[in-house]
């Protein structure tokens, strides 16, 4: 069985919030940039967040102030916190780094701050009603 690299998604109803989780391996934890970022079918890919190893955070203006990416280096794990979600939030949500081998690469986003990161799970869906 094929552990789901992202996980947390869900569907709620406009102004909730859902935890997305990333489970990563030491090498990817170790990346300088690691992101998450949403695809909406006929839509470019949207880079929304990313953390770098300085721990210094990005966001993308549509969502500051309601989504926070943070993550545990012990736990191999990087999270987004989505709060006050909009209809406009749903989509699938993929984590990404720079780190990601070729082969297991399914895509991509740019983010403001990290550049290009690319993302190797299968995503968790979101879709906010209301």
């Known amino acids: 069985q094929v552990q789901s690299v992202e996980s947390g998604g869900g569907s709620v109803q406009a102004g909730g919030s859902l935890r997305l989780s990333c489970q990563a391996s030491h090498y990817t934890m170790d990346s300088y940039c690691m992101g998450w970022f949403r695809r909406v079918p006929g839509e470019k890919r949207e880079g929304l967040a990313a953390?770098?190893?300085?721990?210094?955070?990005s966001y993308v203006d549509s969502v500051k102030g309601r989504f926070a990416i943070s993550k545990d280096n012990a736990k191999k794990i990087l999270y987004l916190q989505m709060n006050d979600l909009k209809p406009e939030d749903s989509g699938m949500y993929y984590c990404?780094?720079?780190?990601?081998?070729?082969?297991?690469?399914?895509?991509?986003?740019?983010?403001?701050?990290?550049?290009?990161?690319?993302?190797w799970g299968q995503g968790t869906l979101v879709t906010v009603s209301g």
């Open positions: 990404a780094s720079d780190r990601t081998e070729m082969e297991k690469r399914v895509g991509y986003a740019q983010f403001p701050r990290c550049g290009a990161l690319d993302a």
């Open positions: 953390l770098d190893v300085d721990g210094i955070s």
